[in-house]
């Protein structure tokens, strides 16, 4: 079963935002036994959008597209629809009765450009959106489908995952089995299991995904009668890399599974961040349920809150500097005592891109972790960007936790 | 001049990777004056790529391609070339002495991988690589040209940048405008300046590209002698919309923005987060020099913290739960004081997609500022995934705070 995805809007062409959704849609398609052949950005141009549809049917029998259905005049996804369903748009009430909804939640008024978003193809199936006011809609025509959501991440995924996807037809099957590891990089994970990689039958695929120090492990298989081999091959590799395995699932992310050991044992976690500035604390909180064993953070970006709320020497901030080793462990000691937990965080760095120094250069970051039987602490050299030293250093931190709570575990 | 993009990579088309790369070139061909028409993904298939060229051709003078230029099984774009251009694969004496030469470097011994590397299309000109093995490729052929580039960012951004830019003919001229603003959406603002785009000029378009709580519009127009009246558009645009744009550039974002305010008037800022769990911190921080005036943050995830650490009232907690106007006035009050801070932002709410009542259902948020002339809650009802939901509050907030920020400084 092929599928194409088309993106729509000049936003993409002149390559001013990154074209996440249809990445999104791309592996979501993937993962539901849909093989995108074709993925195609076009301008929010009436005979560019026609043109578009027809080059991605072509190939497929499905076809997603985002983007060019909100009610200003450069959106013009859904008379291009028109013109190449050969439809007119007439009004929809349920629409407007659930855009008034929506506006009456967060006390606004409708306006005529509300009700721009009311008219609708004829022929389309209508696809409620709960989440904002540009339904999903459906076109079929001699067995082949084109579903058009808005361009809005999480409208996009939740008219697909939610709303669609039990009205399209079941594609091929397919495993995906994974493995989620943190702590070392593709290169070590790849010698680790080289014997098991070379001896995978041709027909099952292994994927490595790499994001900031942390791995991902995929085998695919398409075709139906492969879940066993599947799980035996899962479990050989869950087997081999051991304790850089953090969960085999998608939805299980690091700092969740971190969260899920952290509430079976009863314990309780804090942060203290300096260069990372809430980011960690963003990562553990994300996570819903995080509140059975997240107790806050403090994020003391000057000077004097480091002294002030986490207790750290003034005499050692001046002898060391903030980014030091006696400093971070200074503050995860710091969060321990004064959050009254049992495990604490902490980060002190330099982010970048300016602030850095010979001895410090920008990239230098100290992380620590305080738990029962003591402090342990990890210096960074990173080379990245602002957010992206942010990111990575956050995540480090998660792993050196992560590495403390199994050895604590384990004594 | 027309221009369109061709990646090639089942990475990319089983949504493993999100394609940077094409956006890097989309940005560069346009501010080099080429508009691109068209962006295609593809796999590593010949007949999918030669295809591929085709549907590029068709409404282009300029195809820029990347991927599949590595020397494994899966890299066939060469191949392609060579069938599409009726050409075939000669050993390339210069690439193998600047392979042999970049391996002395890293002290690597040349393979018969890179060997494969140095069979390239006899029609082609090379384009020597300086960072990597792959060379580029142009083929020239009635009028139009194929640029092929390797699929690593900084080879590719270096052959386009350095090496074929001066082998392309000059492109268009092109301008764009930016007009960013925040707190009202998408529709509040076409109709604020519905006259203003009723008149514009057929040769200039504009958008609206909204994300949370924020749309920036963008005008552009392609030829020459048109700067003067983009800058007239935008500034009545500007003028029309007034305390609602925060920034005429893509590089300041509504939290530098503030930054800069903030850093003018010698004034400070702290945060008191419960939902919104760091994030907010995150925004203000991931600006370089934040520093100069963000102090830190509390993010009092239990109880227990928003009473020690921002002396929120136990009976106040008790009596009108965290999730209150009184409470968050208070946490926000709490670090005004406690933080010694001109300006204080807190959140206190239910993200979702657990935790909520029907009094307060998910998505229930209060938010707060207290500056020097008092505190202001406002109330959000968001729909969103738990995510998004702490993200929208986190702008929000920063909405707010901009609001007081203003009125201070009329005042």
Known sequence: MKAAILTIGDEIMIGQIVDTNSTWIAAWLDLNGWKVTRKLG????????IKGIDLCYEDADLVITTGGLGPTKDDLTKDALCQYYNSKLIWHEETWSRVKEILKRINREPSDLHKVQCYLPENARIIPNDQGSAPGMMFEESNKILVSVPGVPHEMKHLLSEKIIQLLPKG???EHRFVRTA???????????????????????????????????????????KKERMDVLQKQIVDRLGDLVYSTSLDISLSKSIGDILRKRNETIGTGESCTGGYLSHLI?????????FIGSIVPYAY?????????????????GAVSEEVVRSM???????????????TSGIAGPTGGTPQKPVGTIWIACSGPNGTKARLLKLTRDRVSNIEYASIAALVLLRKMLLEEGEG
């Open 172 to 174: 091929e099957a397919v």
């Open 183 to 225: 702590g070392e990089g593709e290169t070590v994970l790849a010698e680790m299991i080289e014997d098991i990689e070379s001896a995978l039958p041709s027909d099952i695929k292994l994927a490595y995904l790499p994001s900031f120090s942390q791995v991902t492990l995929r085998l695919t298989s398409y075709g139906d009668g």
């Open 332 to 346: 995860a000691e710091g969060v321990r005592k004064n959050l009254d937990v049992t495990w604490a965080l902490s």
């Open 304 to 320: 004097r809150m480091k002294t002030s709320e986490l207790d750290v020497p003034q005499e050692m901030l001046w002898e060391f």
């Open 42 to 49: 076009v301008r929010d141009e009436i005979p560019e959008i």
């Open 285 to 293: 909180t994300a996570v819903s349920g995080s509140s059975d064993y």
